[in-house]
Protein backbone atom coordinates (compact mmCIF):
# COMPACT_ATOMS: atom_id res chain seq x y z
CA UNK A 1 0.00 0.00 0.00
CA UNK A 2 0.72 3.64 -0.57
CA UNK A 3 0.72 4.81 3.08
CA UNK A 4 1.18 8.52 4.93
CA UNK A 5 3.06 7.88 8.41
CA UNK A 6 2.80 11.03 10.50
CA UNK A 7 5.05 11.02 13.33
CA UNK A 8 7.54 9.45 11.76
CA UNK A 9 10.92 10.97 13.57
CA UNK A 10 9.08 9.73 17.23
CA UNK A 11 10.28 6.69 19.11
CA UNK A 12 7.74 5.18 17.85
CA UNK A 13 6.71 6.46 14.46
CA UNK A 14 10.17 5.59 13.50
CA UNK A 15 9.64 2.16 14.60
CA UNK A 16 6.31 2.09 12.46
CA UNK A 17 8.41 3.43 9.02
CA UNK A 18 10.73 0.46 9.43
CA UNK A 19 7.98 -1.69 9.77
CA UNK A 20 6.04 -0.36 6.65
CA UNK A 21 9.55 -0.28 4.85
CA UNK A 22 10.52 -3.66 5.74
CA UNK A 23 7.42 -5.19 4.60
CA UNK A 24 7.12 -3.62 1.26
CA UNK A 25 4.74 -1.12 1.56
CA UNK A 26 5.27 2.61 -0.24
CA UNK A 27 5.55 5.44 2.55
CA UNK A 28 5.24 9.08 2.59
CA UNK A 29 6.61 11.09 5.84
CA UNK A 30 5.75 14.45 6.64
CA UNK A 31 8.17 16.05 8.88
CA UNK A 32 9.16 19.29 10.53
CA UNK A 33 12.54 18.42 10.12
CA UNK A 34 13.93 16.09 7.49
CA UNK A 35 17.11 15.31 8.62
CA UNK A 36 15.61 13.59 11.44
CA UNK A 37 14.62 10.80 9.15
CA UNK A 38 17.05 8.18 9.44
CA UNK A 39 15.57 5.83 6.87
CA UNK A 40 16.65 5.91 3.16
CA UNK A 41 14.47 4.05 0.84
CA UNK A 42 13.42 4.73 -3.14
CA UNK A 43 10.17 3.60 -1.24
CA UNK A 44 10.26 6.53 0.97
CA UNK A 45 9.04 10.26 -0.03
CA UNK A 46 9.89 12.81 2.86
CA UNK A 47 7.60 16.18 2.69
CA UNK A 48 8.60 18.57 5.33
CA UNK A 49 6.31 21.10 7.09
CA UNK A 50 3.63 20.84 9.77
CA UNK A 51 0.60 18.95 9.99
CA UNK A 52 -1.25 22.34 10.85
CA UNK A 53 -0.67 23.19 7.34
CA UNK A 54 -3.64 22.48 5.23
CA UNK A 55 -1.59 22.56 2.12
CA UNK A 56 1.56 20.91 2.89
CA UNK A 57 -0.48 17.96 4.76
CA UNK A 58 -2.87 17.69 1.25
CA UNK A 59 0.25 17.69 -0.57
CA UNK A 60 1.67 14.79 1.66
CA UNK A 61 -1.43 12.86 1.53
CA UNK A 62 -1.77 12.88 -2.15
CA UNK A 63 -1.69 9.26 -4.13
CA UNK A 64 -2.42 7.22 -0.38
CA UNK A 65 -4.19 4.62 0.29
CA UNK A 66 -4.12 4.99 4.22
CA UNK A 67 -2.79 7.38 6.95
CA UNK A 68 -1.02 6.32 10.68
CA UNK A 69 -0.61 8.77 13.20
CA UNK A 70 2.16 8.24 15.79
CA UNK A 71 1.85 12.11 16.82
CA UNK A 72 1.50 12.88 20.49
CA UNK A 73 2.02 15.66 22.45
CA UNK A 74 5.39 16.00 23.33
CA UNK A 75 7.38 17.41 26.14
CA UNK A 76 11.03 18.65 27.26
CA UNK A 77 11.32 15.77 29.11
CA UNK A 78 10.19 12.17 30.39
CA UNK A 79 8.90 14.23 33.27
CA UNK A 80 4.94 14.04 33.96
CA UNK A 81 5.42 17.35 34.85
CA UNK A 82 7.59 18.77 32.43
CA UNK A 83 6.96 21.76 30.13
CA UNK A 84 5.19 20.86 27.17
CA UNK A 85 6.99 21.37 23.59
CA UNK A 86 3.63 21.23 21.00
CA UNK A 87 0.45 23.00 21.77
CA UNK A 88 -2.17 21.54 23.64
CA UNK A 89 -4.32 20.80 20.99
CA UNK A 90 -1.95 19.80 18.50
CA UNK A 91 -3.60 16.40 17.80
CA UNK A 92 -7.21 17.48 17.46
CA UNK A 93 -6.19 20.48 15.30
CA UNK A 94 -4.33 18.37 12.89
CA UNK A 95 -7.13 15.77 12.56
CA UNK A 96 -9.26 18.80 11.64
CA UNK A 97 -7.69 19.00 8.29
CA UNK A 98 -7.04 15.32 7.99
CA UNK A 99 -11.46 14.49 7.90
CA UNK A 100 -11.62 16.90 4.87
CA UNK A 101 -8.63 16.37 3.37
CA UNK A 102 -9.32 12.73 3.70
CA UNK A 103 -12.17 12.79 1.69
CA UNK A 104 -10.40 14.94 -0.91
CA UNK A 105 -7.90 12.22 -1.70
CA UNK A 106 -10.45 9.56 -1.51
CA UNK A 107 -8.70 7.66 1.72
CA UNK A 108 -11.09 5.86 3.95
CA UNK A 109 -8.49 4.00 6.14
CA UNK A 110 -6.76 6.06 9.16
CA UNK A 111 -4.85 4.49 12.08
CA UNK A 112 -3.92 6.56 15.18
CA UNK A 113 -1.90 5.50 18.00
CA UNK A 114 -3.51 7.06 21.17
CA UNK A 115 -3.06 5.86 24.90
CA UNK A 116 -4.61 3.40 27.53
CA UNK A 117 -7.09 5.88 29.80
CA UNK A 118 -8.24 7.67 26.47
CA UNK A 119 -12.13 8.29 26.74
CA UNK A 120 -14.09 5.43 28.27
CA UNK A 121 -10.79 3.77 29.27
CA UNK A 122 -9.76 6.20 31.92
CA UNK A 123 -12.01 3.79 34.29
CA UNK A 124 -9.26 0.82 33.83
CA UNK A 125 -6.73 2.46 34.96
CA UNK A 126 -5.17 2.25 38.10
CA UNK A 127 -5.76 5.06 40.58
CA UNK A 128 -2.30 6.34 40.74
CA UNK A 129 -1.59 6.33 37.17
CA UNK A 130 -5.17 8.23 36.89
CA UNK A 131 -3.59 10.59 39.45
CA UNK A 132 -0.39 11.43 37.68
CA UNK A 133 -2.69 12.01 34.62
CA UNK A 134 -5.04 14.54 36.65
CA UNK A 135 -2.52 16.51 37.98
CA UNK A 136 0.59 16.53 35.51
CA UNK A 137 1.43 17.88 32.30
CA UNK A 138 0.54 14.08 30.95
CA UNK A 139 -2.88 15.39 30.95
CA UNK A 140 -2.69 17.77 27.85
CA UNK A 141 -2.09 14.55 25.92
CA UNK A 142 -4.93 12.20 27.25
CA UNK A 143 -7.40 15.20 26.51
CA UNK A 144 -6.63 15.56 23.23
CA UNK A 145 -6.50 12.18 21.93
CA UNK A 146 -9.28 12.04 23.34
CA UNK A 147 -10.92 14.72 21.11
CA UNK A 148 -9.11 13.17 18.13
CA UNK A 149 -10.89 9.95 18.62
CA UNK A 150 -13.97 11.84 19.27
CA UNK A 151 -13.71 13.37 15.80
CA UNK A 152 -12.74 9.81 14.07
CA UNK A 153 -15.89 8.77 15.76
CA UNK A 154 -18.47 11.24 14.36
CA UNK A 155 -17.19 9.98 10.46
CA UNK A 156 -17.70 7.73 8.18
CA UNK A 157 -13.85 6.82 7.97
CA UNK A 158 -12.78 3.41 8.78
CA UNK A 159 -10.52 4.32 11.91
CA UNK A 160 -8.65 2.59 14.27
CA UNK A 161 -7.26 3.80 18.26
CA UNK A 162 -4.80 1.57 18.83
CA UNK A 163 -4.15 2.66 22.71
CA UNK A 164 -1.30 0.82 24.01
CA UNK A 165 -0.45 0.83 27.90
CA UNK A 166 2.80 2.19 29.28
CA UNK A 167 5.67 2.34 26.59
CA UNK A 168 9.04 0.74 27.00
CA UNK A 169 12.48 -0.16 24.71
CA UNK A 170 11.95 -3.84 25.45
CA UNK A 171 12.56 -6.19 22.79
CA UNK A 172 9.28 -7.19 19.97
CA UNK A 173 7.11 -9.25 21.72
CA UNK A 174 3.54 -10.59 20.97
CA UNK A 175 0.89 -8.32 21.41
CA UNK A 176 -2.41 -8.81 23.63
CA UNK A 177 -5.67 -6.98 22.76
CA UNK A 178 -8.36 -5.83 25.29
CA UNK A 179 -11.67 -4.46 24.35
CA UNK A 180 -13.96 -3.12 27.50
CA UNK A 181 -11.02 -4.67 30.06
CA UNK A 182 -11.32 -7.42 28.61
CA UNK A 183 -8.98 -9.36 29.37
CA UNK A 184 -7.55 -6.91 31.90
CA UNK A 185 -3.86 -5.14 30.39
CA UNK A 186 -0.81 -5.56 31.73
CA UNK A 187 0.78 -2.06 32.44
CA UNK A 188 3.71 -2.33 29.55
CA UNK A 189 4.07 -3.13 26.00
CA UNK A 190 7.06 -2.07 23.76
CA UNK A 191 7.16 0.09 21.57
CA UNK A 192 8.37 -2.64 18.83
CA UNK A 193 5.75 -4.47 19.54
CA UNK A 194 3.29 -1.56 18.91
CA UNK A 195 5.12 -0.58 15.73
CA UNK A 196 4.52 -4.38 14.51
CA UNK A 197 1.18 -4.43 15.52
CA UNK A 198 0.26 -0.94 14.18
CA UNK A 199 1.01 -2.43 10.81
CA UNK A 200 -0.53 -5.64 10.77
CA UNK A 201 -4.06 -3.89 11.48
CA UNK A 202 -3.12 -1.87 8.38
CA UNK A 203 -2.47 -5.33 6.57
CA UNK A 204 -5.54 -6.95 7.66
CA UNK A 205 -7.68 -4.16 8.04
CA UNK A 206 -8.67 -5.34 11.38
CA UNK A 207 -10.35 -3.34 14.40
CA UNK A 208 -12.33 -1.04 12.28
CA UNK A 209 -14.21 1.48 14.32
CA UNK A 210 -12.72 0.14 17.55
CA UNK A 211 -9.79 0.86 19.95
CA UNK A 212 -8.44 -2.10 21.24
CA UNK A 213 -6.04 -1.54 24.24
CA UNK A 214 -2.34 -3.09 23.35
CA UNK A 215 0.01 -4.81 25.90
CA UNK A 216 2.43 -7.40 26.16
Not at 82 to 103: C, E, G, H
Not at 140 to 148: C, I, N
Not at 193 to 208: M, N, R
Request: proline content about 5%; aromatic content about 6%.
Amino acid sequence: MKVLLLGATGRTGKLILQQLIQRGHTVHVLVRDRSKVQIISLSLTIFEGSTLNADVLSASMAGCEAIISALNISRNSDFPWSALRTPVDFLSATMKNIIPLAAKHQIKRIIIISAWGVNESKKELPVWFRWIIDHSNISPAYKDHELQEQMLAATDLHWTSIRPVGLTNFSLKPVKTSLNNFPRPSLLISRKSVAAFAVDVLEQAGFIGLAPTIFN
